[in-house]
């Protein structure tokens, strides 16, 4: 067996411009691809293919794209010839940060100015998730977010969203308009009947207490479907 067989793949094998952990701290995070970051998580490729190499075989597994990535269990990344479970958590707890971090950049806005921005709050939230979830924002008269409260999970025909739970939180917090959203894991930007009665529901009911609705989005991992600004609110 040939000398370079028997030294393995390991970070510390390679060229110094080849490992990501030396390129970051030289040059910059910026320097680094998607497949070099991930490959720091992971620390070893294997006997045949290094860190980077199998990142990039991940990655690829993933159309390359980031989001993607951040759905794949501990189990689905073991499958990886080269990655045990140590890798595979150390995998998704950076995708689960990056997660966070982003709802917390969108949480420090506060003030909802459109329905971009009410996407942006709340597709980290619900964007990517395989079951139906329905949220209310609580604005103030400033139209600045006093508080996010999920009413309910599995779907609005399959389970009862409380009207008068939610009107009770926005006199609560003392919120003077409420947004809605809920996803659609199918991908569809379509509302359906249920979401139509539903809103006008609520719409109704928060007009007796002078609490405005000021839109209900359909948050898809994509994209949104916006009843203010479709005109059907």
């Not at 979830?133 to 508080?147: A, G, H, P, R």
Request: aromatic share 4%; proline share 2%; net charge positive.
């Amino acid at each position: 067996m040939g000398q370079e067989n028997q030294v393995g793949f390991g970070i510390k094998s390679w060229a110094e411009d080849d490992r990501p952990r030396e390129k970051l701290l030289h040059k910059g995070k910026l320097s680094l691809s998607n497949a070099e970051l991930i490959a720091i998580l992971i620390g070893s490729g294997s006997r045949n293919e290094s860190a980077v190499q199998l990142s990039k075989r991940i990655l690829a597994s993933t159309g390359n794209q980031l989001s993607d990535l951040g759905k794949l269990s501990v189990k689905k990344l073991c499958e990886f010839k080269g990655i045990g479970p140590a890798k595979a958590i150390s995998i998704v707890a950076a995708m689960e940060l990056g997660r966070r971090r982003r709802t917390e950049e969108a949480l420090e806005k506060k003030k909802i100015t459109s329905s971009a921005s009410v996407f942006e709050l709340m597709q980290p939230i619900i964007g990517e998730l395989y079951h139906e979830e329905f949220w209310i924002i609580y604005l103030n008269n400033s139209n600045k977010v006093i508080e996010q409260l999920q009413l309910s999970k599995g779907g609005i025909t399959g389970t009862l969203v409380d009207v008068r739970l939610t009107l009770r939180k926005a006199l609560e917090v003392g919120a003077t308009s409420i947004i809605l959203a809920h996803n659609h894991p199918s991908g569809t930007l379509k509302p359906s009947e249920a979401d139509k009665q539903l809103t006008q529901k609520l719409k109704t009911a928060a007009q007796s207490l002078d609490i405005k609705v000021l839109d209900h989005l359909i948050v898809t991992e994509k994209s949104y479907f916006s009843f203010a600004d479709e005109g059907v609110l």
